[in-house]
């Protein structure tokens, strides 16, 4: 049989649809006949729309409570799989879609494809393409077990295009049971004041490494320069495991995927592990001290100098033309 | 409080890594070393435990070849004992399959509070491994926790989210999944060191844990790779010297492409 109906796995991102979850219904249309979203949110009906334009025919809703997205939404999926049987679930390689992922497959005993850059589907077979060894390679593999197949992609893999559906017709689904995972509460919730574009949205990213020297000069160089260029600032592996910035600001494999019109890393050589979160940018421009750093290789414009002489001269120099 | 943290041993991050042509699966042959994101963890279990004012680090890894050398890094951090699951069956097991090791060796140490782990290896970041163990075990996963305190037999984190972090808790026994940067790992002490190298290592097979051959390993994945292929390149660009006009022609750059 061929891959007939596909689902994805939806999210909500400060009260409307996320980016990932368009992008992913917007594949999944050309996968499948049928396109259907599963949510888990407290007002399903301010975000069906959205994923209905995107190609979601339906979208079933279940309410999380106060337990975590993820957790419900394996237990949700668990349940409606067994009814409605799809083929396909697309997953986001996000903090909740990985937790739903992960329940699902550990409760229905299958296999999964994380982190995959792109998908296709020919007759029953489903392949997912995955970038290793920051990008420069890129397996391929095959679903071998039972159904439904379970994919997770990585943010930005796709373009986000309305599909002229009309808005999806919300299935709200009662009685999810997580069981003792659904014990997990959460009790509060704290927004973190952001000046300026979401690093996944932003036209401009600026991204300091240990070049910066110091996490003292992470503010005044990267923050101020993203500012400036009304972007976002971001980092490397090796400065968050550091401890100078939050997890959230990690561009990379284990952290965000950006594709900018405008990269600036500062201070970063270039790890593989950072490469691949970033490569896919338009322009890339690169300031780091050592003349052999790998960053130089895919860099548009490669500076090699110290960022704490050059990165002053730019805000200057930005600042002297604003004004 | 019993804390059992999971740590990967893997090569080592800064060689370049490559793809056995055979196997198709990583090449894990050299001297493997305990992963970066796995100290946080280590390091945090320690903490947790002292806190507690009692209770005991057991290490779980899964790596090929009975290898230790990662264990022994973390065991001279000051964890108290470790099992190592080394067994040819497990070659080619994806992250569910990890998941059912781990779950059983958690069943197999007994008596566990809180396991913790990173959220995701670096050398294979699929992120899924922490909510599978816990789902195997029936348990709650608090994941990707920036902050964690452990008090009135419950765990309370700080995970990270898009906008910022939620609070999260949930009633021990769970599984907490950390993330990098959230503690300073300890350096061992030569103490540390000479004292690891007779701390206990229970050595486990599939079998030991009461696994099968077809639940691991390439059987149990029930995937296949089609193929392996080299990416398209990107091409560098122009490369200047700064000699001290360099910001001039970034803002030409960033001019050109009417950013600015």
């Known amino acids: 049989m061929p891959i007939g109906k596909v689902w994805v796995f939806a999210e909500s991102d400060e009260g409307k649809a996320s980016t990932a979850s368009l992008e992913l219904l917007t594949k999944a249309r050309e996968l499948g006949d049928t396109v259907e979203a599963v949510l888990v949110d407290s007002s399903p009906d301010a975000i069906a729309p959205e994923l209905g334009e995107h190609g979601a025919a339906k979208v079933y809703a279940a309410d999380p409570g106060t337990s975590l997205t993820g957790v419900m939404g394996g237990a949700a999926l668990a349940k409606l799989i067994e009814e409605h049987k799809p083929d396909l679930i697309l997953f986001d390689q996000s903090y909740d879609g990985r937790d739903a992922l992960a329940r699902l497959s550990a409760k229905l005993d299958l296999p999964t494809l994380t982190n995959g850059s792109a998908i296709e589907v020919d007759g029953d077979s489903v392949t997912v393409a995955t970038a290793i060894f920051g990008g420069n390679t890129i397996v391929k593999t095959t679903f071998s077990g039972p159904k439904p197949f379970l994919a997770c992609l990585r943010p930005k893999s796709f373009a986000a295009e309305a599909g002229g559906g009309g808005a999806g017709e919300v299935v709200k689904v009662e009685g999810v049971d997580a069981g003792r995972a659904g014990e997990a509460q959460v009790t509060d919730h704290h927004v973190e004041e952001r000046e300026g574009p979401k690093l996944e949205d932003a036209e401009v990213v600026v991204s300091g490494g240990r070049g910066l020297g110091s996490a003292e000069n992470y503010e005044p160089l990267v923050e101020e320069l993203a500012k400036l260029l009304k972007g976002a600032s971001g980092a490397s592996r090796a400065i968050v495991d550091a401890g100078w910035v939050p997890y959230a600001k990690q561009v990379g494999q284990t952290g965000k995927t950006v594709k900018p019109k405008v990269y600036i890393a500062i201070g970063i050589s270039g790890a593989t592990q950072h490469m691949v979160g970033m490569k896919g940018s338009d322009n890339i421009v690169a300031i780091n001290k050592d003349a052999e750093a790998p960053i130089f290789s895919i860099a548009d414009l490669g500076v090699v100098g110290d960022a704490t002489k050059v990165v002053p001269k730019l805000i200057e120099a930005l600042k002297a033309k604003g004004g | ?260």
């Open chain 2, 1 to 260: 409080m019993n804390v059992l943290v999971c740590v990967k041993q893997i090569p080592d991050p800064a060689v370049p890594g490559e793809l056995d042509p055979e196997t198709k699966t990583l090449k894990r042959e050299g001297k493997l070393i305990l992963d970066d994101s796995d100290a946080y963890g280590v390091e945090m279990s320690l903490q947790l435990a002292e806190k507690a004012g009692g209770g005991e680090v057991t290490l779980v890894s899964m790596a090929p070849n009975d290898e230790v050398s990662g264990l022994r890094t973390a065991l001279a951090m000051g964890a108290a004992k470790a099992i190592l699951v080394s067994d040819p069956e497990l070659q080619g097991s994806d992250s569910l399959a990890t998941a059912k090791v781990i779950a059983k060796a958690v069943e197999r140490a007994g008596d566990v509070d809180l396991v913790v782990t990173a959220t995701e290896s670096t050398d294979g970041y699929t992120g899924t491994i922490p909510a599978q163990v816990a789902e195997l075990l029936g348990w709650p996963s608090l994941t990707f926790a920036k902050h964690v305190e452990i008090g009135d037999g419950k765990v309370t984190i700080q995970r990270q989210t898009e906008a910022g972090y939620d609070m999260v808790e949930a009633p021990l026994p769970a599984v907490v999944s950390v993330t990098a940067g959230v503690v300073e790992p300890r350096y061992p002490s030569f103490k540390g060191i000479m004292a690891a190298k007779n701390k206990p290592v229970d050595n486990a097979k599939v079998a030991d844990l009461g696994l099968s051959g077809d639940q691991v390993g390439w059987a149990g994945a029930r995937q296949e790779i089609v193929s392996i292929e080299a990416a398209p390149e990107r091409q560098a660009g122009e490369k200047i010297e700064d000699e001290g006009d360099a910001h001039e022609r970034i803002v030409a750059f960033l001019e050109q492409l009417k950013v600015i």
